[in-house]
Nanobody, 124 residues
């Protein structure tokens, strides 16, 4: 069992930056692919970015490519999401997720463990 705890959300003006962190429990973190998802009110949960077990391979949704960066530190059991040039449409609850596989997953159904979510609000 893996427990995930997000931190770093908050309120920021458009054009600003935030960094989310997701701390994972358990000794198997380094063997899991990790992902960030978000869900805005009335919308479906969508993929934001993902990273494979080693950090060598990453994936970004078109809406976040060039602005967001996903990274991981396996020595700290933590995955990060650096968000730059934030836009009001980035406002959502952001979720960290772990996949019991080494390779990246892009869909909600491919992930096995979820954090509680962290609110990100971008004002115009």
């Amino acid at each position: 069992q893996v427990q995930l705890v997000e931190s770093g959300g908050g309120l920021v003006q458009a054009g600003g930056s935030l960094r989310l962190a997701c701390a994972a429990s358990g000794r198997t973190f380094s063997s899991y692919a990790m992902g960030w998802f978000r869900q805005a009110p009335g919308e479906e949960r969508e993929s934001v970015a993902a990273i494979n077990w080693s950090g060598a391979i990453t994936y970004y949704a078109d809406s976040t490519k060039g602005r967001f960066t996903i990274s991981r530190d396996n020595t700290k059991n933590t995955v990060y999401l650096q968000m730059n040039s934030l836009k009001p449409e980035d406002t959502a609850v952001y979720y960290c997720a772990a996949r019991r596989a080494a390779n990246i997953g892009r869909n909600v159904g491919e992930y096995d463990y979820w954090g509680q979510g962290s609110q990100v609000t971008v004002s115009s």
